[in-house]
């Protein structure tokens, strides 16, 4: 019996008809499994780039994996590969015409610094409730003033007025008292005095503001009211105007009216200038209408009664909406302003408002956002606006109110050493400092920051690191706008972007398996970025993929012959029960990439195998791998595999390279078709091609159909020509 050396060809089907079988045959060997446990077991200790290329076994395992052994005594070279910002087009690695060294780069975790204060979703989440906050505060407001009005006509003594807390609180807190800390006897006496009575107890007291809350009243001495009402209706007014402007903290458009309101009620009944300046509140109204900046209240007066001091100081113009008399008194039949003078001011302070009221809020957040991203520790998030030097931000809102406004936290509620001790917490562990006060505000406001307990900023909780993001990013882009040339390349690239930023942004937002795999929108990004088509993959299978144990090579994931679908799972940071977890994070080599490697470098091994029997069944099997990742004939020319595989397939000699390069990738373009490249059927119809050329080159075999013809009946079919019409008849 004559024994005939099986074709290039067929030696490539053996291998990659069950490719899944060869490639666990190649990782159960001894020293592939050795290498890989080693592997898995030692990068995740690796901090440096330095640290990583001096460990050999790991340095060399990844390099194998990614096509690059030739390059391993180039230590140099690499680290600045590794050390390169791939979001910069013109970073080393990205300039490099092979890409297989930017793919090297994307695997680690070396370049992103992802220790930050916050994501953008996490600014964004707050900058958005900080300027919720302000609508819901007028809400708020409103909806106590409504409440008190609609309940204070039913009120037929003092007793039923504080035995509603909530009533009791709304008149508390319009003079400015904090109902925590004032007592119902003591409030009982004094809304129960008879203020003609020197020796009244609200007298006595030698308060103003508990005097001016027994006047908002009309209460008897025993508690009762005469005509059944408790207030007339301009003192529920003063009420309601002094309560919104105590509760209001920003310039609000109910404060707005709520001011004009208080102005046309006092200076209607204006007598002398004095009752002017003596008021705070219309102090503040005139200031803001016609921007005065005098600090004093005689100068206020002088400008409001002398023609003189008023062109002085500028302000005739505001002199002019007055009708004080240079003693302060008002002439006899006059007002203190007129229908026009009173219109006049009421426009300008609703434009002055207006402005101060955007640029409050809008110089807040930009505040805010300039000075979160320069934010390393908690303290650094402490430090005042005052504190910065060359600037003037003493009128800026400091940051850490804006967030505790952001979480409905009143700033005086908590000191900066409490609020410190807050935020370097760990609101998911029960028994720490944020949890043992049971308020879920002060937890939405650890999780809106990313500090550790030490104090320092740390890398974000996230379902994917910042790079591996990144990473499916580029790989959705390049898949989606792959062969494509002029406008519609231009389109494929605007509609990918938006579909990136949307990734990008609610991935963030993830927190668990579910969440994610209820998206749609994420789950295609994903699946189309790897290559796999969403439309081949049920929800049913993605949440047993996303439910097997990676370490099971029994587990549902691992069973499947596309391990693209374990290195997804894998890219994810979900614990056994499919929430975030923080193990996989802040390491140079995230969980997927890690397996990635690992599965690239039994590839590697699979193919040096075979080509140490047949090196054109190695050629065969890396051109099936990497053909429809081919964009360009320059692709095949920078690569030495795929340049010899061209020049076998179609009988060119070694001498075309020495022509131009753009003569060779001319060339290329006649004898390949670069876009079928995606079609399996002409990948396959070239492997034929060059696995026969391949052989007839190298003697490696006869023809199958020469030995047909010639063979006797004692010639037995070789597993040769068995296996080629096994083949056919499958199909």
């Known amino acids: 019996m004559t024994s005939t050396t099986l074709s290039t060809y067929t030696s490539y089907l053996i291998v990659n008809r069950d490719m899944k079988s060869s490639l666990n045959s190649v990782a159960n060997q001894a ?43 180039g230590k140099a070279f690499m680290k600045k590969v590794l050390e390169s910002d791939l979001t910069d087009s013109a970073s080393f690695a990205n300039s490099l015409t092979d890409k297989r060294y930017a793919a090297f780069a994307a695997a680690f975790n070396f370049t992103s610094s992802t220790a930050m204060a916050q994501t953008s979703v996490q600014e964004n989440t707050l900058v958005k409730a900080y300027q919720s906050s302000f609508d819901e505060e007028q809400t708020s407001i409103q909806a106590e003033v409504d409440y008190y ?66 006047k908002a009243f009309n209460f008897n001495a025993d508690g009762t009211v005469n005509g059944g009402s408790a207030q007339t209706a301009d003192q529920k007014l003063s009420l309601k105007l002094d309560y919104i402007y ?173 609020l410190r001790d807050i935020l370097s917490s760990d609101p998911d562990d029960p028994d720490s400092y944020v949890n043992q ?18 104090g320092d900023i740390s890398t974000p909780l996230l379902v994917q690191s910042e790079s591996v993001t990144n990473d499916y990013a580029s790989d959705y882009l390049r898949t989606k706008t792959k062969l494509l040339t002029g406008v519609e390349k231009t389109e494929a690239k605007t509609a990918a972007e938006k579909e990136i930023g949307y990734f990008q942004t609610q991935m963030q937002t993830i927190t668990t398996a579910k969440q994610f795999l209820a998206d749609e929108r994420l789950v295609s990004f994903v699946l189309e970025a790897k290559g796999v088509d969403s439309d081949w993959v049920t929800t049913d299978d993605l949440k047993k993929m996303f439910a097997s144990d990676l370490d099971d090579p029994e587990s549902y994931v691992n069973s499947l012959e596309n391990k693209a679908f374990a290195e997804i799972v894998a890219s994810f940071n979900f614990d056994t029960k499919g929430n975030v977890s923080s193990d996989p994070v802040g390491t140079v080599q995230q969980r997927g990439d890690v397996l990635t490697t690992v599965n690239n470098y039994v590839q590697q091994t699979l193919e040096e195998q075979q080509g140490e029997d047949n090196e054109g069944v190695r050629l065969a099997l890396y051109f099936q791998r990497t053909a429809s990742d081919i964009t360009s004939p320059y692709n095949i020319l920078s ?93």
Do not use: C
């Open 149 to 214: 009005n609609a309940t204070i006509g039913s009120v037929t003594s003092v007793d039923k007025l504080l035995s509603n807390s909530r009533a009791t609180a709304y008149v508390l807190e319009s003079f400015g008292l904090d109902p925590d800390y004032t007592s119902k006897s003591y409030l009982k006496q004094v809304l129960t005095s008879d203020l003609d009575d020197p020796n009244s107890f609200a007298n006595q007291t030698g308060n103003d503001t508990f005097v001016a809350l027994a």
């Open 246 to 418: 105590n509760k209001s903290t920003f310039p609000s458009d109910l404060l707005a009216d709520a001011n004009k309101t208080y102005w046309q009620t006092k200076i209607s009944t204006m007598t002398n200038v004095d009752e002017l300046v003596d008021d705070n509140r219309m102090v503040e109204y005139l200031k803001t209408a016609y921007d005065i900046n005098v600090q004093f209240s005689s100068s206020i007066k002088s400008l409001l009664t002398s023609d003189s001091a008023a062109e002085i100081l500028g302000y005739t113009h505001v002199k002019a909406m007055f009708n004080f008399q240079s003693d302060g008194t008002i002439a006899a039949g006059n007002a203190a302003q007129t229908a026009a003078q009173l219109a006049s001011i009421n426009a300008s302070y609703v434009t002055a408002f207006q402005a101060d009221q955007k640029d409050t809020v809008d110089n807040a957040i930009k505040n805010y956002q300039t000075r979160i991203d320069e934010v390393t520790s908690i303290d650094d998030f402490l430090t005042s606006n005052a504190d910065d030097e060359d600037e003037d931000n003493d009128d800026v809102t400091e940051i850490w109110d804006v967030a505790l406004r952001a979480y409905g936290i009143d700033p005086h509620e908590v000191g900066k050493t409490k």
């Open 639 to 731: 690569d030495t595999a795929l340049f010899q595989f061209f020049k076998t397939t179609f009988s060119m000699s070694d001498y075309i390279s020495n022509m131009d390069t753009a003569q060779q990738a001319d060339m290329i373009e006649n004898y390949i078709d670069i876009n079928k490249l995606q079609d399996s059927d002409y990948v396959t119809d070239l492997l034929k091609r060059f696995t026969a050329l391949y052989d007839q080159a190298n003697n490696n075999t006869t023809s199958p159909a020469l030995a047909m013809l010639t063979s006797t009946s004692s010639t037995r079919i070789s597993a040769d020509t068995l296996l080629a019409v096994a083949q056919l008849s499958s199909r």
């Open 31 to 73: 020293t592939v499994s050795r290498e890989s446990k080693y592997y898995e077991e030692n990068i995740g200790k690796v901090t440096s780039v330095d640290e990583f290329v001096d460990d050999y076994r790991l340095y060399s395992y990844a390099m194998k994996a990614y096509g690059l052994s030739d390059m391993t005594y």
């Open 437 to 454: 006060f049971e308020d879920e505000r002060y937890v939405a406001l650890v999780k809106a920051f990313n500090f550790d307990a030490e």
